[in-house]
């Protein structure tokens, strides 16, 4: 049985080379000085929110938007209320808001609705366009220094993504954290390193020539903000970072809920990989080191895990059926586990020394829900294992109740 370890120490093998860059990226994070940025210029801007069914949160981010330190007269905000049975439309409009009613139960997801919303809107009056989600709640300095970063030359940025609920549970903080992972060891090195960085579903800003390239917002995949990202990247945009822009957004706290949250994930790499996966190679052989970067971040690692565990269960029912000890290949399979476990142990440790002070909860719970992160990383393996398997996957809606104010936010102690 000495073949399973082979097999085993092969696919660690095959992780470590795929992903051991990632390491040097929190060297380049903690040690390499930050690019400079150029001086401001004053932008005009929409922001686009697709909303449904949120009324519990869409007043908290539209007050939020209203007290931002850039100039208000230069910002103006729109809401799509799609497919809304709710108040979400009367309170975005009593909030100051301009709202579009989309109904449209054939056509469903965050794709659809920004397309409905950018198509109703004199696109000519602005210089670049934010999206955030109903639940996000910017800093009140999250436009001034995004405009920064955007007035430096870069026609996509993405902000530091930080969590309204990081400590309610294990599940919330594990989303959390691997959020801030991204935003400071992944984004943040590229950032430095002058390489592509990834936009993160919510609280990221467009200029107007990137998406008039597009005719609007033509991106529809399960993870349309992933497909956003590669189409750039693989046609030569910069995508920049500002990590002192900080949007808070709530996490799901049910495993229920996360599963199919992440299901869609999962599933929307696998999209992204299939229209796009040609263009990353040719990417990649043209000396692209972002193509190479993306197309890490959306295949490799759902295959090889998926592959580990299809393989040590066939393993586990050979012995059986063979009547050969189960114990050689028990072993195996809980040492891989316990150096993975370790390593998400070690990467979720680095970040929660590093941004301490940005995780607003009670210290016991930065430290007690640090052991439950790699648990909760590791799950992503049957999730991973269900979306190759199942045929279609759609989009569902993620309900939202947690309507905080910044200083709530920060207080959370």
């Given at each position: ?49 697709a ?37 979400t439309?009367?309170?975005?409009e ?106 993160s ?25 992933i497909?956003?990202?590669v ?100 072993l ?12 998400f ?12 002070k ?41 309900k ?14």
């Amino acid at each position: 049985m000495k073949w399973i370890n082979t097999v085993n120490a092969l696919l660690h093998a095959l992780f470590f080379l795929c992903y051991a860059y990632q390491f040097f990226y929190i060297f380049v994070s903690l040690l390499k000085k930050p690019r400079q940025t150029f001086p401001a210029k004053a932008n005009r801007y929409a922001v686009l929110i697709a909303a449904r069914n949120e009324e519990a949160v869409i007043e908290t981010l539209l007050t939020s938007l209203r007290q931002q330190t850039y100039p208000e007269d230069l910002v103006d905000l729109y809401v799509v209320a799609d497919n809304c049975t709710d108040r979400t439309a009367e309170l975005a409009e009593a909030s100051g808001a301009t709202v579009f009613r989309r109904t449209d139960s054939t056509l469903r997801g965050k794709g659809y609705a920004l397309q409905f919303l950018l198509n109703r809107i004199d696109r000519s009056l602005y210089d670049g366009f934010f999206v955030f989600d109903a639940d996000n709640v910017p800093d009140e300095r999250f436009i001034e220094e995004m405009n920064r970063t955007f007035s430096s030359g870069y026609p996509i940025v993405t902000g530091y993504r930080n969590s309204k609920n990081f400590g309610d549970n294990w599940i919330s903080y594990g989303y959390a954290l691997w959020f801030l992972r991204e935003s400071r060891f992944l984004n943040d090195a590229r950032m430095r390193l002058g390489t592509g960085c990834a936009v993160s579903g919510t609280g990221f800003l467009f200029s107007r020539e990137v998406i008039e390239e597009t005719d609007g917002w033509n991106f529809f995949l399960l993870t349309e903000d992933i497909e956003f990202t590669v189409h750039h990247l693989c046609n030569g945009k910069r995508i920049g970072y500002c990590g002192s822009a900080v949007l808070y957004d709530e996490q799901p706290v049910t495993f229920r809920q996360s599963w199919r949250q992440r299901m869609r994930w999962a599933k929307g790499y696998l999209q992204v990989f299939g229209v796009y996966g040609k263009d990353l190679l040719c990417g990649i052989l043209s000396g692209s080191f972002s193509c190479y970067d993306m197309g890490m971040n959306i295949l490799p690692a759902a295959v090889l895990s998926v592959f580990g565990l299809v393989f040590n269960l066939s393993a586990l029912a050979a012995a059986a059926v063979g009547g050969f000890s189960l114990l050689p290949v028990l072993l195996s399979v809980l040492e891989g586990l316990g150096n993975t476990y370790l390593t998400f142990l070690f990467i979720g440790g680095i970040t929660v020394l590093s941004e301490w002070k940005q995780i607003h909860t009670t210290a016991w719970k930065k430290v007690f829900y640090l052991f439950s992160f790699p648990v909760f990383m590791l799950t992503y393996i049957p999730i991973s294992l269900a979306a190759l398997c199942k045929r279609r996957v759609e989009w569902k809606p993620i309900k939202h109740s947690r309507s905080l104010s910044l200083d709530q936010i920060r207080n959370d102690l």
